[in-house]
């Protein structure tokens, strides 16, 4: 289950690409998309997700959260199962919520995980 909110008509921010190239320590999985850490505490971690557009299937693997999440998309678009979030969307994913989320262009998205992410095995 999840909940999405589209606050693009009243949410304005710019990102500064140049400061995050610069400060962020970049994960790159090779299939298009990268992630940075900026936060950890316990089991919770704020991370950054900088996808290309079209990513393939592979690169956001099906997975799921035991403490649920949240994600705000800062540029560009995600989908998955349960919705479509443009820019300024702000998602939550309930607990234990299994979803396969996709870009459509280049998309930068700020993730809160409360109790991190667990990769859903095929069956």
């Known amino acids: 289950m999840s909940f999405s909110c589209d606050l693009s008509d009243w949410l304005g921010f710019s990102v500064d690409e140049d400061w995050m190239n610069e400060n962020v320590a970049w994960k790159d999985f090779g299939t298009g998309v990268r992630l940075g850490r900026l936060k950890r505490e ?44 443009p820019t300024g969307s702000i998602v939550w994913m309930d607990p234990e919520t299994t979803h396969n989320p996709k870009t459509r262009e280049r998309t930068l998205i700020l993730v809160l995980w409360p109790k991190g992410v667990k990769i859903v095995q095929p069956e």
Do not use: I, N, Q, R
């Not at 649920?68 to 919705?83: I, M, N, R």
């Open 42 to 85: 316990g089991e919770c971690s704020l991370v950054l997700y900088d996808a290309d557009a079209e990513v393939e299937v592979e690169a956001f693997m099906p997975h799921m959260h035991p403490g649920g999440e949240a994600y705000l998309v800062l540029k560009g678009e995600v989908y998955d199962e349960f919705g479509t979030y």
